[in-house]
Structures are given as structure tokens and as C-alpha cells.
């Protein structure tokens, strides 16, 4: 089994994903505590770092590169300095910024700052809600080129606007056609929030986290029958082939099809920070789809990936090494 499953991460470099979705940029600012402020009751921290990383679905293109895949985005940029450092960083990555739009609100940046290893505080500069007339064009055009291009299409909705209506029933058509023309599916992984389900129908395989099962359902999950229960609700509510539940701590549970639910124990063995742990496995699912292994398959791997990332500090990424000595050591 686990040679199967190192066969398939050593196809990953084959392997075409289109990331489309919410870009952030993630800026950490590292440093101790050792006081507190005499003008508040909130703790002095000395800065000692300042890190500017790729996030949201940036951070899939990144676990994607990562992995040995190959990665493009496609989203909208501010015209202002950080839309400036998301065009650099994917250079950096050697990946295509053919899908980056610049459009007419300014770049999404979440602040956080961490003292001795622990989270202080995390501030957010954004504007959301749908993008202008005139971006939402520029990326369909890319789309409507490029999309037949990828062997995997990843949607990584970070509820910032850019993952809408529009985009999604464009997205629709696009997949359609190429069904239609050259008699090939191309799997479409999403990523989600809660509260654009209704965009999703349709989709290859979902994957929310514990709490965004237990909104989407409706239902309480505290139990494998409410488990089951909840993403049976979700299957048939989207029509989707199967729905991938992470649990922190629990794994994870698929259900696809009519198939019995499958839950995959973790494999985590210490955890630090959880912070895009959901990018990496959304990222890792995509890649095994997009290789044509089973959704069961592409489902351990994320999982083992997922126990990884969840034991490094800040957005993280899993390397096909690191993955590769994780199923390695379990074979033993």
C-alpha cells in the first residue's frame, strides 16, 4: 500500500493544478514577550523577524510547488506594494503569474503576531465582496484560454469575493465544454466557505473542516452516525462525487458515492500550529486527482501531509521528501 502511494507522489511533478481563489499575504511578525505594557494590560513583544509569505489560495500554489507539482494561480491582486511581493513570491516559486489580475481593491494582508511560538494577535487589512466589472473579465479570459491546460482544477475560497456566482458558473461552462470536446473530466476540488455552498454543485469532491460540515449540514456532529449523517447531507444537497471531512485531531472521514464512509485515523505526531493545514490538504488531494489516482488514495495522502504541516510553526508547506520519509516510515 504504501509503495502505491510513493508511486503516485513521484507522479506529482506531471501533475497540472490551477489554483483559483482568495490571495493573501501572510505577514508574520516574530519575536519574545517578556513584559507588560504599563499603558494596557496586553503583553510588550520585541520584534526580532518579519516574514511576508504567500496565503490563502496562494498558499495551495505554494504546498503544490512544494509537493513537485506544477502550479498556477489565478485570482486578483491590489495595484499597490503587496500585490507587487504576491507577483514576486510566485516567481520565486518558478510558477506561471500569467493568472494574477490586478484589479481595483488593494491586496488582502493578515498581520499576525507571534511571541515564544504563540499566536498574540492577528490583525486583517481587506476589502471583500465581488470584484469590479472589469477584473472579473480580465480573469475570465484567462480562464476561458488556459483552463484545458491542467489536469486538476482547485478552488480555494477564502470568502474575500473572488469565488462567486460568476466565477463559479463560468468555471461551470468551462469544464462542460471541455467534457463535451475532448471527452476528459477534469476533477474540480473545492476548498470552501460555509456560505457559498451554493456556488459548489457539481463539484468533484468537497473538502470543509469539522466546524464548516457542521454549518453546511445544518446537523451537530459529535459522533460518527452525526458524521455520516452530515456528509450525506452535504453529497446530495451539492451532487458532488465525494465529500472529504478534516477533524483536527479525529483525521479525516470521506464519504464517496454510495460508498461506505472511510475514516483515515491522524497522523500527526505532535501539533504546533494548525494554520493552513486545510491549504495543504486541499493541495495534496488536488495533486493526486490530477494524477488519476482514487479519491481514496489521494485522501491518505493528504492525510499524511497533513500530519506534517500541522507540527511546523506559521503557513507551512509539505515537501514530496518529507512525504516521501512519512510513508516510508510507516511501511516500517
Keep these: ?38 499603558e494596557a494590560p496586553v503583553p510588550v513583544v520585541n520584534v526580532q523577524r518579519e516574514d511576508l509569505l504567500l496565503g490563502g489560495s496562494a498558499n495551495v500554489l505554494r504546498n503544490i510547488i512544494s509537493l513537485g507539482g506544477i ?48 499566536q498574540i494577535v492577528r490583525f486583517d487589512r481587506e476589502q471583500t465582496g465581488i470584484p469590479a466589472k472589469q477584473s472579473l473579465e480580465t480573469l475570465f479570459g484567462y480562464l476561458e484560454d488556459n483552463v484545458h491546460t491542467f489536469d486538476a482544477v482547485m478552488i480555494s475560497d477564502y470568502a474575500k469575493g473572488v469565488i462567486g456566482e460568476q466565477v463559479m458558473a463560468k468555471l461551470s461552462h468551462l469544464l462542460k465544454s471541455i467534457r463535451e470536446r475532448e471527452k476528459r473530466i477534469l476533477p474540480l476540488i473545492v476548498d470552501p466557505k460555509p456560505q457559498n455552498l451554493q456556488y459548489f454543485i457539481g463539484a468533484t469532491v468537497i473538502t470543509p473542516n469539522h466546524h464548516e460540515a457542521t454549518q453546511m449540514s445544518g446537523m451537530r456532529i459529535d459522533d460518527e452516525r452525526s458524521l455520516l449523517a452530515a456528509a450525506r447531507k452535504i453529497r ?22 454510495n460508498e461506505d464512509m472511510v475514516t483515515i485515523p491522524t497522523m500527526a505526531k505532535e501539533v504546533y500550529d494548525v494554520t ?15 494524477t ?41
Design 1 to 38: 500500500m504504501q509503495q502505491a502511494l510513493r508511486d503516485i507522489v513521484s507522479r506529482f511533478t506531471d501533475a497540472r493544478v490551477l489554483v483559483i481563489g482568495d490571495i493573501i499575504i501572510d505577514h508574520f511578525l516574530w519575536g519574545t514577550a517578556s513584559r507588560i505594557s504599563p
Design 276 to 290: 493552513g493545514a486545510g491549504d495543504t490538504v486541499a493541495a495534496t488531494l488536488a495533486l493526486g486527482l490530477a
Design 236 to 257: 446530495d444537497d451539492l451532487g458532488c462525487e465525494a465529500v472529504l471531512i478534516t477533524r483536527g485531531e479525529a483525521g479525516m472521514a470521506l464519504l464517496q458515492g
Design 292 to 332: 488519476g489516482c482514487s479519491m481514496n488514495d489521494a485522501a491518505v495522502l493528504a492525510n499524511h501531509a497533513a500530519g506534517i504541516v500541522v507540527g511546523k510553526v506559521g503557513t507551512a508547506c509539505v515537501s514530496a521528501t518529507e512525504l516521501l520519509e512519512a510513508l516510508t516510515r510507516d511501511d516500517q
Design 71 to 118: 502550479g498556477t494561480l489565478c485570482g486578483i491582486i491590489g495595484d499597490d506594494l503587496m500585490g507587487k511581493k504576491v507577483v514576486e513570491l510566485v516567481e520565486a516559486l518558478g510558477a506561471s503569474t500569467a493568472g494574477l489580475v490586478v484589479g481595483q481593491r488593494p491586496t488582502t494582508i493578515k498581520t499576525r503576531v507571534v511571541a515564544q511560538g504563540q
